[in-house]
Each structure stands twice: as C-alpha cells, then as structure tokens.
C-alpha cells in the first residue's frame, strides 16, 4: 500500500490491522505522520479539525537501525514473507465475495436491524434491533422498553447474521467472544424497507403508539414480530424480509478485510453478512463437536455482548447481549447405563450409573408408570434409598413394581443428561421360571453319574428358588 499512489487504509473505531512500514533508504529526520481525512459521524458529517482530529500518529527517521532489544545493527536482515501463515493456514468460512466455503452450514440465520429513534430535539436512541441492552433504565414517553438476550447460539455452531443499517451514519459492529468472516454487503432501499417495518409494527397486537412522534414505530420497542418468528428470508430477529428491498448485487469485501475479523463496519444503508462460528477460529470446516468446543466455559459468568464501538453509541444503548449455551458435550457424559433387572419379591434390587464431567454431577432418580412416557422424581421413602446419587436401591421388592422403569437425570453446572431407562421385571411367588438345563452325558447306564448345569435367565436375587424335578428311564 503505497500513499504516494493515492492507496489509503479505511479504518473505523475499534478495527486494529497490523502494518508494515519499511523505512529502508529514507533520509534520516525525515517525518511521517498518519493523517485522519474521515467526517464525524462517517460519512456525512462535520469534516475534520486541522491539527487535531486529523492526525493520528507521526514517525521519525532517526536514521539509527536498532534491534528488538535496543541494541544497534549494522543492516536490516529482516524479511516480509509472501506467506505469513504457510504452517497454519487461515480457516475460511468464505470466498468473501457473497459464498460460503462447502461444508460451512448456518444454522441458524439472523437478520438485525440498526435503527435511530429520533425525536423533535435529534435523536433520543441509537439501538440494535429497535431494543435495549436491558429494561433496567426506561425513557420517559417510550411506549415500552424491550431488553434481555435474543442472540443466544449454541456453542460449535455456525450462523449468518445480516445487519440492516437504516441509519445515517456508518457503525462499527464489534463482537465479543469469537470473530467474524464478511461474506459480502449490498445496498438496499431504506425508505422501502422502513415501510414494510412501520406496517409491520402498524399489525402489532396490542397495538403501541408511534414513539417518537413521527418515527412511524414505537422506538426501543423491541421487533415488531416475536424474535423468533422465521421471515420469507428464512431468518429469525422478528423484523420483515430484506431481500425484497435489497439494489444492486452483492459487493465483495475489501482486500483488507478477507479475514477473521471482530470488529467491522457498516455503512448507512447497507446490509452487512457476516459468518459467524462460535468455536475456537483455527477449528477446520469438518471439525467434530469435541473440536469445536473452547478450552472454556463460555456459557459461565455474565455473558458477552456485541455492540458498535462508537463510544456514544454505546452510551446510548447500541449493544445487546450475547449469550452462549454450552455444547451437549459439557453435560454429563454417562459411562455406564443402568441395566434391566429381573428379581423376585422381597428381594432387593440395585440400578447404578456411573459419568464423567468436568464440574460436579447431582443425580436425580425417576420412576416411570407409562413406559417411560412420563417420569417422576423419586424420594428416599421405601422402597427406595440413595435417590440423589449414583446408585438407587429398591428394597424389599413387591410384585407392584414389575414394569416399572427406572432412569437417572445427571446435572452439571452446564446442563443435564438422562441416562437410559431400565425396566424392572418382578417374579411372582409359584412362576414357572425359564430355565435352561444342559446335560453333561444324553446317555447314562447303571453305576454311571451325571452332571446337570441349569442356567437361568436374568434372575438376581437369591430369594428366586428354582426346583428340579427329573425323572429316569431305565
């Protein structure tokens, strides 16, 4: 990138690129400052102030080669490779020109819109899907304040978010947690969408009052459908289709921006398509659950968020959060299954499970009536005892608890796992068990022994008293 050729670097609040500058054969003394030429806000608004907000950082050639550690060197020997990741290539979720790379699949797709609630005085709120970050601070005048999490994924998975910029001002989108890859953004028609969304809210039951007046919806209202409403785009965030509304064809992202990013920015209107997995980024495409997971919890603690990097905008609530559910692979993981029994009355009778899990395990047992269509929690009331851990014990068994099946619920700090149902099988006093009898010899003269093995089948409890009978030809 060469300045002298008109080559410039466009930059937002928040984007960090690491640069190069070779400085090879410039005079010493020589100064070189990196000059800022954008409006505030971009781009459209007051133009720069010479000698302050236009320049950002100065450098001067001092003519003096140092090393890392201060000390001079006679020459530089240092060396930009064409490739700067040939060991660990870059993952890429797209052709970052409008496709995804084969094999990424979203699962689910968002569409988010920015909006700016104006009033008679300017604007009173800057929002991300037309909600709060939270209810905790209402407005006076606002029909409704609508907050808390909405954008709640599951951890390894992908997804698409398209972010509908209907303001007048470009925003810096910067996510928590993971980074993002740019598929494309496209222009669209504001005024036309806008309207869609205005009927939209105009359907809403209960119906709200247009807030501000003249805004044509009720401002930091939340969307005017529920969240999780699925639009003719295929996509949640409870707003209209953009697709319909869309000019033009899809534009490629900059050279600059062909990578893993965490803070892009969108300009006034323009959709932005991001792909998004919540997963480590060096992951391959065809990662297994257990590649995909972090080397942490991140469904612990507050949570994350994801908001634009403006400081004001921020201020003025331009953030939601971002809550992770953890993989099914954070759950306990059972090891060993609770088997079926078959046992006689005034016995007792043993179910145990056994799991792994990186944080403690509390277990619960159920009894199910229904074949396991239905299930109650079990207490330590006979004839049940250690329904709160790993093992239950039946005892004394009755001919009422034959059919009735047996499961434990196994819960962590992430979530529970239901470990397999095991049915209990009660013999009544006087059944005629099955038994299999094998003889050691088919034919025996006088003077001669044999040996008879019975096996029988399942029978647990020594109280199951079998009788033989047998009877000899001679």
Not at 426 to 452: C, K, L, R
């Amino acid at each position: 990138m060469d300045p002298t050729l008109g080559k410039t670097l466009f930059m937002a609040p928040g984007e960090r690129y690491d640069v190069v500058i070779d400085f090879t054969g410039v005079v010493a003394g020589t100064v070189f400052t990196l000059m800022n030429d954008a409006p505030a806000p971009y781009p459209t608004g007051s133009p720069v102030s010479v000698g302050t907000t236009d320049r950002i950082m100065q450098f001067v050639v001092n003519g003096n080669l140092v090393a890392a550690n201060g000390v001079s060197v006679p020459t530089d020997k240092s060396l930009l490779p064409v490739n700067l990741r040939t060991l660990n290539p870059m993952v890429k979720l797209t052709n970052f020109a409008g496709g995804l790379t084969a094999g990424v699949v979203p699962v689910t797709k968002r569409q988010i819109i920015l909006n700016e609630v104006t009033g008679a005085g300017g604007p009173v709120q800057v929002l991300f899907n037309n909600s709060h970050f939270d209810t905790s601070a209402p407005i006076p005048g606002a029909p409704l304040e609508f907050g808390g999490p909405t954008e709640i994924p599951l951890e390894g998975t992908t997804e698409l978010f398209s972010v509908i910029n209907t303001t007048v001002d470009a925003h810096p989108i910067h996510i928590h947690l993971v980074q993002w890859q740019l598929v494309s953004h496209q222009t669209f028609n504001t005024a036309g969408f806008m309207g869609a969304y205005s009927t939209a809210w105009a359907a809403h039951l209960p119906l709200l009052p247009i807030w501000p007046a003249g805004l044509g919806y009720p401002g930091g209202s939340g969307s005017p459908y529920l969240y999780n409403t699925i639009n003719a785009d295929g996509a949640v965030g409870g707003n209209p289709a953009v697709t319909p509304w869309l000019t033009g064809l899809p534009i490629a992202a900059r050279p600059e921006m062909q990578g893993w990013k965490d803070d892009i920015i969108i300009l006034p209107g323009e959709v932005n398509n991001y792909i998004v997995r919540f997963a480590p980024t060096d992951a391959p495409i065809n990662a297994t659950p257990a590649q995909s997971m972090f080397p942490f919890d991140p469904s612990t603690g507050p949570g994350y968020v994801w908001h634009c990097h403006i400081v004001d905008h921020e201020d003025m609530d331009m953030m939601r959060p971002l809550m992770i559910k953890p993989s099914a692979l954070r759950f306990p993981q059972v090891t060993s299954q609770p088997q079926a029994a078959i046992t006689c009355i005034a016995g007792n009778q043993l179910f145990s499970v056994a799991a792994t899990s990186a944080s403690a395990i509390s277990y619960q047992w159920q009894v199910s009536i229904d074949a396991g269509i239905t299930w109650t929690n079990l207490t330590n009331v006979a004839p049940y005892l250690g329904v709160l851990t790993s093992s239950l014990t039946v005892s004394p068994i009755d001919v009422t608890l034959s059919t009735k099946m047996y499961r434990a619920v196994l819960t962590n700090i992430d979530g529970a796992t239901n470990s397999n149902a095991a049915l209990l099988t009660v013999v009544p006093v006087g059944a005629v068990a099955s038994v299999n009898i094998t003889a050691s010899a088919n034919n025996v003269f006088a003077g001669q022994s044999v040996t008879f093995t019975s096996t029988s089948v399942n029978l647990t409890e020594d109280s199951c008293r079998v009788k033989f009978f047998f009877s000899c030809a001679v």
